[in-house]
């Protein structure tokens, strides 16, 4: 794992390893990444997961779910009511309900 991420530009964690409530988990640590990896997770609860906080530590470029989460909402908004769904209130609804 440690030479393919050595060779790579980007990891995306597509599991759900991190999520809530196991926050502590992460599929690979600050010492197995470089600076400049992008880390693209898309666990979204939490908006930094242990995986996020690992890749900054690294100088690694940290990236998180909170937007495909939005845009996967949007598009299935799009699909069942025919109509362009209101990206930026979904994106403040998502927000504001993972502060609760």
Known sequence: MEELIAESDILINTTTVGMHPNTKDTIITSEQMHSGLVVFDIVYNPLETRLLKEAKSA?????????MFV????EAFKIWTGENPPIEVMKNTVLEELKS
């Open 59 to 67: 100088g690694a470029i940290p990236v998180n779910g909170l937007m």
């Open 71 to 74: 845009y996967q909402g949007a």
